[in-house]
């Protein structure tokens, strides 16, 4: 919710100049609607009350100019936010014909299996990895281990099945040694991801131990593709602060973990917005939803035509 928040915005602001419009329309509507505004300027008001058919037939003439205005002010208004094009959700590249591949970088030293909280953090990562390779069936997933040096587990697959069964088997013990060589794993990634433009970087991880220029410096070197965290942490801790310095240093985005599927969710939708604009020549597409607004502009325009209780009196016989 959060996130559609922070992201909403109009696709056509300049739309609101139509506004001013609507209260040029609203004065004049108010100004020839009345049929008896000639003769409010010659006639003295309780005397026009009394000459017309009766007194609340002048009130009811008059709240109904009233609610007409309101009316056609409102239905103007709701145009004008439906053409302006409220938007809060990126649209498919209707260019992209495949999904682009997303390389999880896991990390597999001591620290992650760590027995200081209830669950540790590699056993976390590997659940996570179960639900996001559900997530995304069907589209290339691959898998990188890291510790004290980097190995490619899995090239980008299809088959994610397979990528969340080798994750369920990495563990400290059959890392050739420990430490923390993120940046290694950045370049066997970019080993795996060459002709994919659009494609992303995941690392999970439960803090940063390695100088920050390192995995800049790989980083840029394999072409500075999008790069996300998965923090396995809690949010107060140091470790954590350490993965959103490092993520931040890579123009990159760190996501919480969460014990629902918040975070898969919102590294799926990074991955989508950043596999769109790795495409050459294109751009972020946000998706139209101001025709949402269509149906109730219909009603209203349905309304206006309802009919008219007649006024006109029978001849008396």
């Known amino acids: 919710m959060n996130d559609a928040i922070s992201a909403f915005h109009f696709i056509r602001p300049w739309a609101f100049v139509l506004i001013p419009i609507a209260g040029a329309v609203a004065w004049w509507w108010k100004t020839n609607s009345d049929p008896l505004r000639g003769w409010r300027t010659q006639i003295d008001s309780d005397l026009l009350s009394a000459l017309t ?6 009130n009811d003439a008059w709240w109904k100019r009233e609610s007409n205005l309101v009316f056609l002010s409102a239905g103007w208004l ?11 959700k990126v649209e498919a590249n209707p260019f992209a014909q495949d999904a682009q591949p997303l390389i999880i970088l896991l990390k597999a030293d001591e620290s992650m299996a760590s027995t200081a909280l209830t669950t540790p953090p590699l056993e976390r990562a590997k659940l996570k990895i179960a639900d996001l390779a559900s997530a995304r069936k069907g589209e290339p997933l691959g898998l990188v281990a890291y510790s004290g040096s980097a190995h490619a587990v899995l090239p980008p697959t299809e088959d994610t099945t397979v990528v969340a069964e080798m994750a369920a088997e990495i563990n400290p013990s059959i890392m050739p040694k420990s430490g923390d060589a993120l940046d290694q794993a950045i370049l066997v990634a970019g080993r795996l991801l060459e002709n994919h433009d659009g494609a992303t970087i995941l690392v999970m991880a439960d803090q940063a131990n390695l100088d920050a220029k390192q995995v800049i410096d790989a980083h840029q070197s394999i072409g500075a593709p999008a790069i996300e965290f998965l ?5 107060e801790s ?8 490092l993520a931040d240093s890579l123009r990159g985005q760190r996501v919480p973990l969460t014990v629902d599927d918040r975070d898969i969710q919102s590294i ?5 917005r950043r596999s769109s604009t790795g495409l050459a020549g294109e751009s972020d597409r946000w998706q139209e939803t101001g025709y949402w607004l269509s149906p109730l502009l219909a009603c209203m325009v349905a309304m206006s035509f309802r009919r008219e209780k007649s006024e006109r009196q029978e001849p008396a016989k």
């Open 78 to 88: 709701l145009a004008v936010v439906a053409i302006a094009g409220p938007t809060w």
């Open 268 to 272: 799926i939708q990074f991955a989508e």
């Open 238 to 245: 140091q470790e954590t602060q350490s993965l959103q310095s």
């Open 53 to 58: 058919s009766d007194g609340s037939s002048a």
């Open 231 to 235: 923090s396995l942490l809690p949010e």
